[in-house]
């Protein structure tokens, strides 16, 4: 599925970070946080769906775990 640029244009989005989760290292491995303040549209979570798939393909990110968690605080 590719992504029309068009679409997304108009999303706003702040991103704050990378900065150390609140439990900085775990079973040996860092943790950082990205925190991304947007809108919870169903376009918003689509790009981030894309986003993900996109870095999980990208033979550089080996060994990386990324996730996304909407809504963190509520």
């Given amino acids: 599925q590719s992504l ?6 108009q ?3 702040l991103v ?9 290292k775990v079973n040996n ?3 950082y946080r990205l925190t991304l303040s947007c809108n919870n ?8 769906s894309h986003l993900l ?3 999980a393909k990208d033979g550089r990110n080996k060994g990386v775990g990324v996730f996304v968690d909407v809504n963190p605080y509520h």
Avoid: E, N, W
């Fill in 4 to 9: 029309r640029l068009a679409q997304y244009q």
């Fill in 11 to 13: 999303m706003q989005a």
């Fill in 16 to 24: 704050l970070g990378p900065a150390p989760a609140p439990v900085v």
């Fill in 29 to 31: 491995r860092y943790r």
């Fill in 41 to 48: 549209s169903r376009p918003m979570r689509q790009l981030l």
């Fill in 53 to 55: 798939c996109m870095f």
